[in-house]
């Protein structure tokens, strides 16, 4: 009996310390410059950090140490980083954070994975006043959070945005004559999902689409072939799902399988990732989806090979979260050593402010907010590229009407 | 046959069962009698190995000595419990009790043939062989509680209150079937209330009392005990049945 | 409509051999094995690395990996659940202390698909060709799967029902004090039976693998699912399974088809609160004493 409790207990202990991943070493005054995160390492929340958020913040920290640190004036100083897992839970993102903050004692903070975590931890960064780079949220309460918490940037922009630039481009498409005006909408009834239809919806009927299909589906939902075989009967122009990951992957492998091949075939998260060709190969071609990048720029490209070299088994980015999460740490660098020193408040100003030369480009925040988003991508010759909004530097031609589906 | 000395249980602080000794031959029919709490459960329970007990106990079989073996390896030596309130599989049929009755390996050969001996001994239960248990009347679970001991080839069989719910009819039936289980060989160590029906069965009784045997003998010569008599048959001579 | 009780059955089917091997774990040997999924999600794992790794076929890696979740499963339960069996006075207080220890579990194996796997998202193509069945399309991979899920389970429910081995365990089942008393040893039975329940659930894990994606942290889905459907079915009866899983396979994919995707869960739970209304011991389950 006692072997066994101890047993338990030692098992117990393997999973505090395996859940707990603090950095090691005693803290040195002035030596180093303390960057605390939590982040889902487990729970629903961990498929999307594990692609998007975790790898990035792994390698700038290395590329950044590497070079000798942060540069603080006329020295550089290294980042030491504490972190712990929020196991997907607002509660824990929020006791990890206030940790950091009141017993680490962290100078910066990285965000969350996720648009829930990120709206549960704003207050706490507010009131702290720590800068708030919000890189894998997407909410139409951006512009109003970003007014109310002034430390906070929203970078991934408004489901409105995502959800107007996708009819924008439909109703182009259908002006060039290269698509009809039927459209099946399926949605995932969660955050994103919600959110994305009920801004698709109205601007869908603004345009004179006829959404002939337009229905919701739980999260978790195993088997989605009864949506696509319906909506399959219903022969429309432009399917799109505002879906989650897996269910991203279960709708196209489903529509392959029963050779449902609209003009347009656009799906919701994960459709940027690069799973997405590695299990679909030459059959992503033409697939439409949110997110894509500048696939063709040198900056890119080159983050692409670093991080494929960086990344635990050679993984590749995103196509879309990705590279916006890298370039906020590029700029929370240049706005840390601009200001030179550790001033959470100067950093926010100069955040603010300031220009900064990222991965994506030139970014200048206006409101606490970009100017530039991807909000469309297309799998083009396996590459995921932004294909609207069309003024983007960048922004690739769509290949419409997607292409037939290949035997595996 | 079987043999025990110095058996005892407890109960945390509460000794319900001191020093019992006693043994029951090839084809005997030995009786126990006490009252409500005396610890004879207790004693087969000890016996079967089902409930822990004091250290310095000696329990042979057969002379092979079966003391701290556990409960399904002692049904494996020969000796097979039919516990109180029956402990038959309620939730499956007379067949599957019956099959898993001859689960010990001393049951294999010839499990067909004691299969007819047990199904004509209770030709009931050949009626019923697929009926769930729990459906069945209080009589006839106890001809499957028995039957499925029977199966496990025992050499000697222990039996805790058979008669209990059953009507005076019954009971008569069941020491009648008693007496021919007895006739083939099998050592029969049965636990009663009933003391007149089972003293007329029995070749000996012991009595048990606060835990400890007070007393032993013949059948006939229980039966004639002014104790028993007192407590058990109402102080009235039983007439030879 | 019949494309609709195709993708219903298929569905149903998959539900149920999910949740086969957790009948055996909780119904036979008592452990509410909340480390269920992981273990579905492991095998998904072994699965994925046989076929990227070593271009192994995963029908064939589950003659891998099936003998591999029955070991596995026999040594946890040797090493880790036994001393609880031994200690617990009572089926309930073993049922708890069961939930404790497996809830330990669940971290354990999730930390070590985590270091080993990180967190993200896995997916590969296997068979994901379309075959027609009666006039409709249907995913090859979800076919197998699901014949394989109603072939284990008969072959499992005969095994059962109609050989001793299989009287015993459910003998086990039903009272594991009196199983004693006809010479079964329950703690080796109940072992073999937790075992077995391994075995079903990495042949589970490794099946699912073909058509669904899942990460390091999906395990939870998939205990919730099976303990729904166990529950449903009656605990510790394969029939009860497979009847429950179809059943609400069915009701989700006709409920997707002909009202509304999104009340499919809401019609799932419907459908378990209404058979334990009836039914509190489920479909198929006996009256607990
Ligand atoms: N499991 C147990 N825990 C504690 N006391 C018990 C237990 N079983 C029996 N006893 C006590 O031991 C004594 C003997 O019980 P038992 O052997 O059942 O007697 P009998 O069968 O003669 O009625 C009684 O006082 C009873 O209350
Ligand atoms: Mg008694």
Known sequence: ?408 | ?241 | MTNAIFTGLMLGGMYALIAMGLTLQYGVARIMNLSYGEFLVAAAFASYWLFTGWALNPLLGLALVIPAGFGVSLLLYRVLLTPLVRRARTRGALEVDSILATFGMMFIVQGIMLSMFGGAYFSYSFLAIPVSLFGEILALNRLIAFGLAVAVGLALYLALTRTRLGTSIRAVAVDPMAAQLVAIDVVRTSAFAFALGGALVAAAGVLISMFLTFSASSGVIFTMKALIVVVMGGVGNLLGCLVAGLALGLSESLVATFVDPGLTLAVNFALFLGVLLVKPAGLFGRAQR
């Open chain 2, 1 to 241: 046959m079987l043999e025990v000395a110095n058996i005892g249980v407890t109960y945390g602080q509460h000794h319900a069962l001191t020093d019992a000794s006693l043994s029951v031959g090839r084809g005997e029919i030995v009786v126990i009698l006490g009252a409500n709490g005396a610890g004879k459960t207790s004693l087969l329970k000890a016996i079967a190995g089902i409930v822990a007990c004091l250290p310095g106990k000696r329990v042979t079989l057969s002379g092979r000595d079966i003391a701290g073996l556990p409960a399904h390896e002692i049904v494996e030596a020969g000796l097979a419990l039919v516990p109180e309130g029956r402990g038959i599989f309620a939730d499956l049929t007379v067949a599957e009790n019956l099959l898993l009755g001859a689960n010990p390996k001393r049951a294999r050969d010839g499990e067909a043939a004691r299969r007819e001996r047990v199904l004509s001994l209770f030709p009931r239960l050949g009626e019923r062989l697929g009926q769930t248990v729990r459906t069945m009347s209080g009589g006839e679970q106890q001809m499957v509680a028995i039957g499925r001991a029977l199966m496990s080839n025992p050499d000697v069989l222990l039996l805790d209150e058979p008669s209990l719910g059953l009507s005076p009819l019954l009971v008569r039936e069941l020491f009648a079937s008693l007496r021919k289980v007895r006739e083939s060989g099998v050592g029969l160590l049965l636990v009663e209330q009933n003391a007149r029906e089972s003293l007329a069965i029995a070749d000996r009784g012991y009595l048990i009392e606060n835990g400890k045997i007070t007393g032993s003998g013949t059948g006939t010569e229980l039966m004639s005990n002014d104790a028993v008599q007192r407590a058990y048959l109402g102080g009235i001579v039983a007439s030879a049945l």
């Open chain 1, 1 to 408: 009996m006692g072997s066994s409790v101890t047993r338990f207990a030692a098992g117990l202990l393997a999973v505090t310390g395996a859940a707990l991943f603090a950095a090691d070493g005693p803290a040195l005054a002035q030596s180093s410059v303390k960057i605390g995160y939590a982040i889902s390492r487990t729970g629903p929340n961990a498929g999307g950090a594990a692609v998007t958020t975790l790898p990035n913040y792994e390698m700038w920290v290395k590329e950044v140490n590497a070079a000798g640190g942060l540069k603080l004036g006329d020295k550089r100083v290294p980042i030491e980083v504490v972190q712990y897992d929020d196991r997907s839970s607002a509660e824990e993102a929020a006791r990890s954070l206030e940790r950091l903050i009141t017993q680490d004692k962290v100078d910066f903070i990285l965000p969350p994975w996720g648009t829930g975590l990120n709206l549960a931890v704003g207050p706490i960064l507010n009131k702290a006043g720590y800068p708030h780079l919000a890189s894998t949220a997407v909410t139409d309460r951006a512009p109003e959070l970003a007014k109310r918490w002034p430390n906070s940037f929203w970078l991934l922009g408004t489901s409105a945005g995502a959800a107007n630039t996708l009819v924008d481009l439909l109703v182009k498409l259908r002006g060039e004559g290269k698509i009809g005006d039927t459209v099946a909408m399926v949605s995932v009834a969660d955050g994103f999902g919600i959110d994305l239809s009920g801004a698709a919806r109205p601007a869908l009927a603004k345009a004179n689409f006829k959404l002939a299909y337009d229905k919701t589906y739980p999260v978790g939902t195993q088997d989605l072939s009864p949506i696509v075989n319906e909506v399959k009967a219903l022969n429309p122009d432009v399917f799109i799902a505002f879906s989650y990951p897996p269910d991203t992957l279960g709708i196209t492998e489903q529509a392959r399988i029963a050779s449902f091949n609209p003009k347009i075939f656009y799906t919701g998260v994960g459709t940027a990732f690069p799973l997405f060709k590695q299990k679909f190969g030459a059959n992503a071609q033409g697939v439409m989806g949110i997110g894509g990048w500048s696939g063709d720029s040198a900056p890119i490209k080159d983050y692409l090979a670093r991080h494929k070299a960086s990344a635990a088994n050679g993984a590749e980015p995103d196509r879309w979260a990705s590279a916006v999460t890298y370039a906020s740490l590029q700029m929370l660098q240049q706005a840390i050593e601009r200001v030179g020193k550790i001033d959470r408040e100067a950093v926010i100003k100069d955040l603010q402010t300031g220009t900064f030369d990222t991965i994506i480009g030139k970014v200048k925040f206006e409101n606490n907010l970009p100017t530039k988003y991807w909000w469309v991508g297309q799998w083009q010759d396996g590459e995921f590229y932004g294909v609207a909004p069309a003024a983007n530097e960048g922004a690739r031609t769509p290949v419409i009407p997607k292409p037939a589906w290949k035997a595996p």
